[in-house]
């Protein structure tokens, strides 16, 4: 099993960039599929980015293609989130996940692990 604890979150102008981590700790980090969701007020959590445990592929959602982008240092047990040319709608409090080595994207019930979230917000 391992913790998360997610970084790098804050109040960001529209058109800017902000680089979310994700530390790991625990056992086998490199074992694990790493992925990115969000959630605003009133919606449900949503699907962001995802690396595998190998970081040979990643996955993006439609709404941040072009502007995010998703990463891992297995050597840190560090996932990172970069966010350029934020837009209002992607203010959300963004959650870091863990699944065990399979494919990806993947689904917030499959995650074995979550950390606590950082805020974003991101203003016009």
């Known amino acids: 099993q391992v913790q998360l604890v997610e970084s790098g979150g804050g109040l960001v102008q529209a058109g800017g960039s902000l680089r979310l981590s994700c530390v790991a700790s625990g056992r086998a980090f490199n074992m694990y599929a790493m992925g990115w969701f969000r959630q605003a007020p009133g919606k449900e959590r949503e699907f962001v980015a995802a690396?595998?445990?190998?970081?040979?592929?990643?996955a993006l959602a439609d709404s941040v293609k072009g502007r995010f982008a998703i990463s891992r240092d297995n050597a840190k047990n560090t996932v990172y989130l970069q966010m350029n040319s934020v837009k209002p709608e992607d203010t959300a409090v963004y959650l870091c996940?863990?699944?065990?080595?399979?494919?990806?994207?993947?689904?917030?019930?499959?995650?074995?692990?979550w950390g606590q979230g950082t805020q974003v917000t991101v203003s016009s």
């Open positions: 996940a863990a699944k065990p080595a399979g494919t990806i994207p993947f689904l917030p019930a499959t995650a074995s692990a």
């Open positions: 690396i595998s445990w190998r970081a040979g592929n990643t």
